[in-house]
């Protein structure tokens, strides 16, 4: 795949990628639809990308506009050339980025703290998206800059991100197949005797549209946990996700009992143990995130099929955390 070499100065939405590919029809997938066919010969790319560019004359049969679901005999040659040009009116911006790995396949990032992944409502500049852009102009052709997950605005830790469109199909492809390896750190209010399985549908919750909560009409979700130390009203965990919803753990950890710790939108009402010291009280209820960090990350590098694996240390305010609860632990 050709990817244009933008200036410095080039506007994102000039500029393109330029896609090139060829294949050819084998004998035994006579009486397959065209778009059928061509999501098998070209898989790294999306079928709903495949159908609009074999709509729009950018994937031909043997030089011709075909329609999506006529039927090939067999020893057809299918070519791609396709033009994709940046989506959306998003603006690169020049925000720092910590850059755990890059090469011309993926990206992967440790996210700080007070950081939104993607422009929204309220959020349309100073988000990871427009940082991605401004380092990678690019990734404007990739959907969604080639953000396949997200952590939220006060989750740090490991994120990947796709370069290529390739890529952005192999890794979403993944996550669908539950095969991305995403492991949590996590400190809650309450103390966990053993580890478990949350298995409970997350959706939108019903009067609070801003939360999300376990309802009965909700997406499938599971989160393993176990615990890596208990202290005095408190838990330091590690979670496993299985799933992967909006606010999955901390809905999850709400819902058992055991919320986050800062979690001002899950957690409710603020509570403490029995002799806690002032100086600790102070010092959780001015705790402003939840204490959440996607720690390790491991999947399969769509360009080489091997398995990568990366991890992030806990931030230093979570570092803190821990010291704080280890030293109120100590003056018992």
């Not at 997350?202 to 393993?224: C, F, L, N, Y």
């Not at 299985?242 to 999850?252: D, L, P």
């Not at 010291?277 to 999947?299: K, P, W």
Request: with cysteine.
């Amino acid at each position: 795949m050709e990817q244009s070499q933008p200036k410095n100065n080039q506007p994102l939405e000039e500029i393109s990628t330029q896609i090139t590919k060829t294949a050819e029809v084998p004998l035994d997938y006579c009486g397959r639809r065209l778009d059928q066919v061509a999501s098998e010969l070209f898989s790294e790319f999306s079928r709903s990308r495949l159908q609009q560019w074999i709509k729009e004359g950018q994937l031909t049969v043997d030089g011709a506009k075909w329609l999506p679901k006529r039927k090939v005999l067999g020893g057809e040659c299918l070519d791609i050339c396709a033009s994709i040009i940046a989506e959306g009116e998003w603006v690169a911006e020049d925000i720092p980025l910590n850059i755990v790995f890059e090469d011309d396949h993926l990206l992967v990032i440790d996210k700080t703290a007070n950081f939104v992944v993607h422009p929204a409502a309220g959020n349309h500049s100073g988000t990871v998206l427009n940082a991605l852009l401004h380092h990678c102009p690019a990734l404007s052709t990739v959907p969604r800059a080639g953000i396949v997950h997200r952590l939220d605005k006060d989750t740090t830790g490991l994120m990947v991100v796709a370069k290529t469109l390739e890529a952005h199909t192999d890794l979403v492809a993944q996550l669908q197949a539950r095969s991305v390896k995403r492991v949590y750190q996590a400190v809650v209010n309450g103390l966990l005797t053993s580890g478990g399985v949350v298995d409970q549908p997350v959706g939108r919750h019903p009067r609070q549209r801003i939360k999300m909560a376990v309802v009965s009409d909700g997406k499938e979700a599971r989160t393993h946990y176990s615990v890596l130390q208990r202290f005095q009203g408190h838990s330091h965990l590690e979670l496993k996700l299985e799933t992967g919803r909006t606010h999955q753990i901390r809905v999850h950890m709400a819902h058992l009992g055991y919320p986050i710790v800062g979690d001002s939108l899950y957690a409710g009402r603020f509570k403490i143990h029995k002799g806690a010291s002032a100086g600790f009280i102070e010092y959780l209820r001015d705790f402003s995130r939840q204490a959440l960090h996607a720690a390790e990350l491991a999947l399969i590098h769509p360009a080489t099929g091997e398995e990568v694996s990366w991890s992030a240390p806990l931030p230093q305010d979570f570092q803190t955390l821990l010291s704080q609860l280890d030293d109120e632990q100590n003056n018992i």
